[in-house]
């Protein structure tokens, strides 16, 4: 129940096209659900995050998808670009800080 | 401002060495965490403080592993004896909340291997 699981593992987009990764979870009491960008060598870094009760957030190129009934969240980005290319980690938790995050997926942005 | 920092960023050692982390959150943050994060295991969370106070520490693997914040500028991990299947990147991470969630600040990492 403490699980997020992620999919795809990898995922390769050409430049300019919509990169999608799909995140679910199981246990109901999450309330924050933030998505972390990590480049090689770096620490993950926050890129956008939701709360359960907006079913969308959208910060420039950057938008997350949330179903509630479905149990599952997912991070669009629109308009690709090489500089995006990173691992990127949905994660969940219920206001106790402990994040679970999800396996990770690796994005390669071809120009 | 200087971001949450990490020493050593590598460190190769032998098995059965004893290992230590050390962290530098960012000034004025209350929660200290640290992540362990390896291809097989994603990252998961070891332990975390709240006020230089561990809250929770049910990830630590086992009783080889021990953390310490003796204040709230530093704190540490320490790994004894060492074993390769500790081999991994262990993140530390503050944030200025306490009792909440919200953005949690990552240094760049220790990487451990162990030989």
């Known amino acids: 129940q403490q699980q997020v699981k992620q999919s795809p593992q990898s995922l390769i987009v050409q430049k300019g096209g919509i990169s999608i990764i799909n995140c679910a979870y199981e246990n109901t009491a999450f309330d924050y659900f933030p998505w972390y960008q990590q480049f090689p060598g770096k620490g993950p870094a926050l890129l956008i995050a939701?709360?359960?009760?907006?079913s969308e957030k959208k910060e420039g190129r950057f938008t997350i998808s949330f179903n509630k009934s479905a149990k599952q969240f997912s991070l669009h980005i629109m308009d690709s670009q090489p500089g995006d290319s990173a691992t990127y980690f949905c994660a969940a938790s219920m206001g106790a800080q402990k994040l679970v995050f999800g396996q990770g997926t690796r994005l390669t942005i071809n120009p | 401002d200087a971001g949450v920092i990490q020493s050593p960023r590598h460190e190769v050692t032998e098995m059965g060495q004893e290992v230590t982390l050390r962290c530098k959150p960012i000034s004025g943050h209350n929660s200290l965490f640290w992540y362990r994060q390896t291809m097989m295991r994603g990252l998961e969370l070891l332990i975390y403080?709240?006020?230089?106070?561990?809250?929770?520490d049910s990830g630590m693997p086992e009783d080889r592993f021990s953390a310490k914040m003796p204040n709230a500028s530093f704190s540490t991990l320490k790994i004894q004896p060492s074993e390769p299947r500790d081999s991994a990147v262990y993140f530390c991470?503050?944030?200025?909340?306490?009792?909440?969630?919200?953005?949690?600040?990552f240094g760049e990492g220790s990487r451990l291997t162990v030989l």
């Open positions: 939701i709360r359960p009760d907006v």
């Open positions: 991470a503050s944030s200025p909340r306490i009792g909440e969630t919200g953005e949690l600040f």
């Open positions: 403080f709240n006020n230089n106070v561990p809250i929770d």
